[in-house]
């Protein structure tokens, strides 16, 4: 039976380029995306252009224009590096349309009536000069931890996250005047409420969550949950939807976790669907959520999105399986635009092609543990496996000149049929269970098995033979091969996985053996992928 599924990829902020390490995060929900739709099920890929809170204001402000401007520019951006990349959305939206607008402050309305939205007056930092409170890291303030001067949401030096009380004596840092303490109200989310909810919710997920979603969620509830303020002192953002908080918006990570829910339902109105047939728990239908993310993103995803849908209406059916990602270093350094090493993800698609950078993150990428990103080791790693396996087999056995490409009748290889059909079953099981380098290297398996079955039987001496019975089994042996690859590789490298469905007439991708029928002809194919030189890392 097929299930309607829901993968949310995490949302790219709308004030720097996208680089590698952002991509490792995303790459594990395209995957699952076309894993599930080859497997007959109903996916809504979804996610979008995180666009309000502080660091897009203060970046208007540094570069003399507005947070709109900010978000034009960073979204089209996105767009193109997410075309180029392959990534297979249903709905990629941003936080700064009028329709999430909307559904945002209808939950929020929802939260008010519902009894968890209360006010609560207390100290804040306030700049006389700018003549508004400020927060975290619009405040530069001195680490009570190692004495550095840092921005208010977490010391550049030591790491230390800084409390309430170490804000409210700083410095302002968009006019660089002293703060004073001033009372302020702002409504607050009785988080605190749900702790029992949210421990049941853990018990009954954690083991479809990673190890550090585990860890990082068990430890956030053993410390005990604590209500969080909804409110900021904003003039860019959702606007409170009533009255008595006309100079504020809704706090960020209210707005932007809800962008799953609105595009979804944004998808499902412009497309004719019932919205509750993925969110609600109303139906028969069979349900999958999948949240993608880095580990920095961990609490968001697994406390406060599902206790925002608590809070807002029981029917929602709660994330399911959390994929947080580890980080990816470069050089053995963290990825940082202030030391210069996170190039933009645009300019590496222009000297590589996609499918050598999706290979990397899911081959040699952060899925369970930090890794590192170097040029030579990406060099030899899509060298060795793209190029002298994955290429070599595909384009040796389809543009071998010894046949005419229309496919011989023959005998499939009754080892290589049985190897097919196990793969497609292991691979899908790997998936599900969000083992995803070793579903990359459960098909990498059956392609060394293609190349070792072709080096065994040695067509090109059959065909000088003229041993034509044994010759036509080992191309059709091979070409069964090849034709599922181009089902079994379109999660990881799609744009190699439609040349080869292109060649083959295959015309849409099926999690099931592909049959290749006798007659059918086979177009010659370019190279898959050219070899990579020290040139091409210099460049």
């Not at 034009?72 to 297979?88: D, I, P």
């Amino acid at each position: 039976m097929s299930k309607n599924v829901v993968i949310g990829i995490a949302w790219t902020y709308a004030n720097s380029d996208i680089h590698l390490g952002h991509v490792c995060a995303y790459i594990p929900g395209d995957v699952l995306a076309r894993f599930h739709r080859a497997n007959g099920d109903n996916v809504l890929m979804i996610s979008g252009t995180d666009c309000h809170g502080t660091p897009i204001t203060e970046r208007a402000i540094k570069e003399k224009t507005t947070p709109e401007k900010i978000v034009e520019r960073y979204h089209q951006q996105f767009e193109q590096v997410f075309e180029k990349l392959g990534m297979s959305y249903d709905e990629y939206t941003l936080t700064a349309s009028p329709y999430h607008h909307q559904k945002v402050q209808e939950m929020f309305l929802k939260l008010q009536q519902n009894g968890y939205l209360y006010p609560k007056t207390e100290e804040a930092s306030f700049c006389p000069t700018c003549n508004k409170f400020i927060y975290d890291r619009e405040v530069e303030v001195v680490c009570p931890k190692c004495g550095a001067v840092s921005k208010g949401d977490q010391c550049g030096s030591c790491d230390y996250v800084f409390k309430t009380e170490d804000l409210l004596k700083g410095k302002c840092r968009i006019c660089g005047g002293q703060t004073e303490i001033r009372q302020n109200t702002n409504l607050y989310f009785k988080l605190s409420t749900l702790e029992q909810q949210l421990k049941q919710h853990f018990e009954a997920c954690k083991n479809n969550w990673r190890k550090n979603s585990v860890n990082e969620t068990e430890k956030f509830l053993r410390e005990g949950l604590h209500d969080r303020a909804v409110t900021r002192d904003l003039s860019w953002g959702v606007k409170i939807p009533f009255s008595g908080y006309d100079d504020k918006r809704i706090y960020v990570w209210v707005d932007a976790v809800w962008g799953y829910v609105s595009a979804v339902q944004k998808y499902c109105d412009e497309h004719n669907l019932n919205f509750e047939d993925f969110w609600f728990n109303n139906n028969n239908n069979q349900h999958k959520i999948y949240m993608c993310h880095g580990k920095d993103n961990i609490v968001f995803h697994t406390i406060i999105f599902p206790a925002l849908l608590m809070a807002t209406d029981s029917r929602f059916l709660m994330p399911d399986t959390c994929v947080a990602v580890e980080f990816m270093n470069i050089n053995g350094e963290k990825m940082s635009k202030s030391k210069g090493n996170a190039w933009p993800m645009l300019d590496m698609l222009k000297v590589f092609p996609a499918d050598t950078l999706r290979y990397f993150c899911i081959a040699s990428g952060p899925e369970r543990k930090d890794s590192n990103f170097t040029f030579d080791e990406f060099h030899k790693l899509i060298n060795s496996d793209l190029v002298n396996k994955f290429g070599n087999f595909v384009n040796r056995t389809v543009n071998y000149k010894g046949w005419d490409n229309i496919i011989p009748n023959a005998t499939l290889n009754p080892q290589i049929k049985e190897l097919v059909e196990k793969t497609y079953k292991t691979v899908a099981n790997d998936i599900q269970n969000t083992n995803f380098r070793d579903a990359l290297s459960n098909v990498m398996a059956m392609v060394e098995a293609g190349n070792k079955y072709f080096d065994e039987q040695q067509p090109w001496i059959l065909f000088k033979q003229e041993d034509k019975t044994k010759f036509n089994d080992v191309i059709y042996t091979c070409c069964y091969i090849i034709a599922n690859l181009g089902n079994l590789m379109d999660p990881f490298v799609p744009f190699a996985a439609q040349k080869i469905r292109d060649a083959f007439n295959i015309k849409q991708v099926e999690w099931k053996p592909v049959s290749i029928i006798a007659g059918n002809s086979v177009q010659r194919m370019p190279v898959l992928f050219e070899r990579m030189t020290d040139k091409d890392v210099i460049a």
